[in-house]
């Protein structure tokens, strides 16, 4: 599932065939991770590069892509080295049958929107365009084009080994598998936590250490910044999936989850 909870394999298969239009098919890996409260992308790619590069091999067969790039946002330096290195690895393995091109984003928040990436990647500024069309129709130089995040291409790895029916069980209806959650804030043991989606809040923040010095918890902003912020009483009994957080008025987004607490100026956290 994307960010939004828009499934995958649906987005693959709206890529037209090459017989439709000769033109090339692009994959884009965004690696982008702008939201604040969200950090997990930078320690996957620390952590395992090689599962993102298997990913996107699978990945580009799967949508004949001829081009593949890994778009990751400028302030990563680090992991730009380790997955430069990650990818000098695979190919002298042999394991390469595509070249993967890292691109550098100039540090602008918007380029973590798909559109607004594909805009940068084409030297101009980074500003989302109006679908449709969508990029898997005419995306990169107007080419086919498939955008998805990083998390995504690594569990397509694991979607394939373990088989679909048993990845989806892991989660619940409509939100299948598990999910990393970027977690922060006022928590005893902030840091990047691998959850089944449906998981319950309490659980996570449990995982966390729960709140820092046992102060009352006084809010939660569940899906990065960009995401409303909900009250203890709306963060009781939720559980961390895509329509359990819509049917609060909220989002699940990148999975940037920051719980505050009763210290803090509501006024200037917002």
Not at 89 to 94: D, F, L, P, S
Not at 119 to 145: D, H
Not at 197 to 214: R, V
């Amino acid at each position: 599932l994307g960010g939004a909870g828009f499934p995958v394999g649906m987005k693959w298969e709206t890529v037209p065939p090459k017989s439709s239009r000769a033109v090339p098919h692009v994959l884009v890996a965004n690696a982008d991770e702008s939201e604040p409260g969200c950090f997990k992308d930078r320690v996957l790619l620390e952590r395992n590069p090689h599962a993102l590069l298997e990913g996107l091999q699978i990945a580009a067969r799967a949508v004949d892509a001829d081009h593949v790039y890994i778009f990751i946002r400028g302030e990563y330096a680090l992991q730009k080295r380790v997955l430069e290195a990650a990818i000098a690895e695979a190919k002298a393995a042999g394991l390469l049958d595509r070249d993967i091109l890292v691109m550098q984003g100039a540090n602008a928040y918007i380029s973590g929107c798909d559109t607004a990436l594909l805009e940068t990647m084409e030297g101009k500024k980074a500003w989302p365009r109006q679908p449709p069309p969508f990029p898997t129709n005419s995306g990169l130089l107007s080419w086919p084009t498939v955008v998805n995040n990083v998390e995504t291409f690594m569990m397509v790895v694991h979607v394939l080994a373990s088989g679909g029916e048993a990845f989806a069980a892991a989660g619940v209806p409509k939100s299948g598998g598990t999910r990393c959650f970027s977690v922060s804030g006022h928590v005893e043991r902030p840091g990047v936590y691998e959850f089944p989606l449906g998981t319950p809040l309490e659980d996570l923040l449990a995982a966390a250490g729960g709140m820092k010095g046992g102060r009352p918890l006084k809010a939660v902003i569940p899906g990065g910044t960009s995401t409303p912020v909900l009250t203890p009483e709306e963060a009781k009994g939720l559980k961390l999936d895509f329509d359990s957080l819509r049917a609060k008025g909220s989002f699940l987004g990148a999975g940037g989850v920051i719980f505050l607490d009763d210290s803090v100026d509501m006024v200037d956290v917002l």
